[in-house]
């Protein structure tokens, strides 16, 4: 809580939000949770809830009143739906050097060949990002690198694709 407390710079504010915090709180996670199936989920919609809430404060005149339980259920609501679509749209894909990767069936000769001898790593981020069309910025995020690291994997994969590809003859 002291984090949201930070954002919010009257002491009154702070006391509403407090007040919020304790009386909604729980309240909040049970809606995300229906909505979410997911408790991590949740905390993540109600954490997003409350930032928002901490940032909006000057709207609410009194925090125990039923427009002002609504008012909080409703963004926590929309939170939990906006993580769901979020969700639904990419599923992410953890990628470790010990995990096997994405599977596919492995053809003679030729690109795909080569891309299904690339190391686990390298050959799931050459599919996530040049099969499924994913994103420097949405692969940062699913992987949890710097915009710079995503780069950095990239030209790795490349040039071991590349060399692989020279092992089969085939010039780049």
């Known amino acids: 809580m002291l984090v949201y407390l930070q954002m919010i710079d009257s002491e009154p504010e702070r006391s509403k939000f407090e007040q919020i915090y304790q009386a909604y709180g729980g309240l909040m996670l049970y809606v995300a949770r229906r909505i979410l199936g997911s408790q991590q989920d949740a905390e993540d919609a109600v954490h997003q809830a409350f930032v928002s809430i901490a940032k909006n404060m000057d709207k609410i005149s009194d925090p125990m009143c039923t427009k002002t339980r609504s008012w909080v259920v409703t963004i926590a609501e929309h939170k ?6 979020a969700r639904q ?69 490349k040039k071991q694709l590349k060399k692989l590809l020279k092992e089969e003859g085939i010039d780049v």
């Open 80 to 85: 939990a739906i906006d993580i769901y679509r």
């Open 89 to 157: 749209r990419r599923a992410a894909v953890p990628l470790d050097e010990e995990t096997v990767g994405l599977s596919f069936d492995i053809p003679a000769g030729g690109l795909a060949a080569a891309i299904s001898r690339l190391p686990a790593r390298y050959r799931t981020f050459i599919l996530l990002k040049y099969d499924n069309g994913y994103t420097n910025e949405e692969l940062a995020h699913m992987l949890g690198l710097s915009y710079e690291g995503v780069h950095s994997l990239d030209a790795r994969a």
